[in-house]
């Protein structure tokens, strides 16, 4: 069995992932070879023309048809290169979709949950140009690596027979140069990895300052943030041109090997043809060959830092691919399609060691009803729609839905069967219909308007310049926060599920935004359960059912009624609205 990828080095797992694009690969190391070995027929024909011409005095016309043969030879190499190359930028775009495409749907199957703890600038680095960096290295590395075996090798089994004093020259020399490579890019390679940190972090903070460039500006720390931004840029420079010296170092000292060992290929032949040792075919023809001999070792040269980036970006995609997926057996029943009751039953749950939401937390939502669950922030609220939307799962205790638990149930349908409107919905950068059809893009126009119209949205989407097929801007960019609710409400009206949990749906809104929401909430409520993340008093209104949470536990239940005249923790929340403070976030 294979080490995990964790414990692999990052050459290892680059290796790992070849024979995926062994067949392709090798097919452009083959077009190279075929290529390099119709250079050696090339060569032998431009010598022979000029020995004849030179020694032996031949007329023009005689050579017109060795002359003419070298037309296709031109052609026919160029053919062979280009093909090689396209050949070679396929195998290594299809393994791009692939790893990209793989790495994504590892990232949505570890969830929300583990997401919440990474750098996000660092992923969307990894993805993006990380796996770039992986395409570059097998679609122009490995190929180069390849072709710089096989070639070199097939002249120098053509050039031995014919003058093995050369040849010698040849095979002497050719390991200097990836010897070299090698030792100097043994300190490039760590230097590299640093770059790619370096870059990630840079990444990372340049995300969170646009993200919360308003925040900045508000608290005069823009400047401070954008010197510290261009600190890391500086530092992230600076590691590049460490890189870069020792990138340039390495072509240096190979450009120098290739000269001088082609320059005393062209002394010796010259000595030799001097002293009428050597014919003057065979001297021009190991004259054409030697460049050209050398020619895949500085190609090799050139693409070298493919490698050191392939190896600094593989090293955290490594990681990411590493993560242990939940262990988990899916369930394979399905809900019953009506409005369920939910019940928790003693669950603990942490988002990680140390870090406990919930501590025996029992509650139930009965089927039908609209359940707020209120409490100081902290007291695990979110954590109870994180579990029930499959973020995270409880260490201890049971979740039932209708009696059946929910790890019972199969988690698509299950899905299928859950709306969530969360306290900042995500409307993506495409028209107001695209965005709500998100859950079912086979709805209707008059299906769309009437999710519209229960979500109390139809009114300002119409007076938008192209109404509902007005482009909206990333995360709904010119629309205000009730308006964005109200298109999340709407979404969730037209998946038409019997579960809708909305965390904090009145969250930093004024009172006319949150007045359409509870209205909009009132029509969405029939025929669903619903469970509610409540802020605002006037959200608790609206209960049938009511959950008081403090530090992950349940203090207190029932109907709202019941809870004012208890005088309990609930009345004390209530108490504290009155004064204005608001129900607990």
């Known amino acids: 069995m294979p080490p995990p990828i964790a414990a692999q080095r990052p050459e290892t797992w680059l290796a790992g992932l070849r024979p995926r694009v062994r067949a392709t690969l090798n097919l452009a190391q083959a077009l190279g070879l075929a290529s390099g070995v119709l250079l050696l027929l090339q060569a032998w024909l431009v010598a022979r023309v000029v020995d004849a011409g030179v020694m032996r005095h031949a007329a023009l016309a005689t050579q017109w048809p060795w002359l003419l043969a070298l037309l296709p030879l031109f052609a026919l190499r160029f053919a062979l290169a280009r093909a090689s190359e396209r050949v070679a930028f396929h195998a290594g775009a299809r393994l791009r979709r692939e790893l990209r495409d793989e790495l994504l749907r590892h990232m949505q199957r570890l969830g929300p949950g583990w997401l919440r703890g990474q750098p996000r600038g660092e992923l969307v680095n990894s993805v993006v140009d990380g796996i770039e960096a992986l395409e570059a290295y097998y679609a122009r590395y490995l190929p180069a690596i390849g072709i710089t075996a096989l070639v070199p090798a097939a002249m120098l089994l053509v050039v031995l027979p014919v003058d093995w004093i050369s040849g010698l020259v040849l095979l ?226 049971a979740i039932a839905v209708d009696g059946v638990a929910l790890d019972a149930l199969d988690p698509q349908a299950w899905l299928d069967a859950v709306a969530w409107v969360p306290q900042q919905p995500h409307l993506f950068a495409a028209s107001v219909a695209d965005n709500v059809r998100l859950a079912r893009p086979q709805a209707s126009d008059a299906q769309l308007r009437a999710a519209l119209r229960a979500a109390q949205a139809e009114a300002f989407v119409d007076a938008l310049p192209q109404g509902v097929d007005t482009v909206l801007g990333e995360r709904g960019t010119g629309l205000s926060g009730g308006q964005l609710q109200r298109i999340a409400l709407a979404r969730a009206y037209l998946k038409d599920a019997p579960l809708l949990l909305l965390d904090e749906p009145t969250a930093s809104l004024d009172a006319h935004s949150q007045q359409a929401v509870l209205d909009a909430l009132r029509g969405l409520r029939r025929g669903r359960t619903v469970l509610v993340v409540a802020h605002r008093l006037r959200t608790v209104e609206l209960a049938d059912h009511v959950v008081v949470l403090d530090a992950g536990r349940v203090v207190e239940q029932g109907a709202p009624a019941q809870l004012r005249a208890s005088g309990g923790a609930f009345a004390a929340l209530l108490a504290q609205a009155a004064a204005g403070a608001g129900v607990g976030a």
């Open 172 to 397: 002497l020399t050719a390991p200097l140069i990836p010897l070299f490579m090698w030792l100097i890019g043994k300190g490039a390679e760590e230097l590299n990895q640093q770059q790619w940190a370096r870059l990630a972090y840079l990444s990372g903070r340049f995300l969170d300052a646009l993200q919360g460039l308003t925040t900045l500006k508000l608290l005069g720390a823009a400047r401070r943030e954008a010197e510290v931004v261009a600190h890391v840029s500086e530092d992230y420079r600076s590691s590049t041109m460490r890189v870069l010296r020792v990138a340039f170092l390495s072509s240096l000292v190979l450009e120098f090997l290739a000269t001088v060992s082609i320059a005393v290929v062209a002394v010796l032949i010259g000595f030799r043809l001097l002293w009428g040792q050597m014919h003057l075919a065979t001297g021009l023809f190991v004259l054409l060959v030697a460049p050209e001999y050398y020619a895949p070792l500085r190609t090799m040269g050139t693409v070298y830092h493919l490698r050191m980036d392939a190896i600094g970006a593989a090293t955290r995609i490594a990681q990411v691919l590493a993560e242990p997926l939940p262990d988990l057996v899916p369930g394979t029943r399905r809900p019953s399609g009506a409005a369920p009751a939910l019940r928790f039953d003693e669950i603990h749950f942490a988002w990680s060691p140390g870090r406990d939401a919930l501590r025996g937390c029992s509650f139930d939502a009965p089927a039908g009803a609209l359940t707020v669950l209120v409490g100081a922030s902290g007291a695990g609220k979110s954590s109870v729609l994180a579990l029930l939307l499959g973020f995270g799962r409880a260490q201890r205790g």
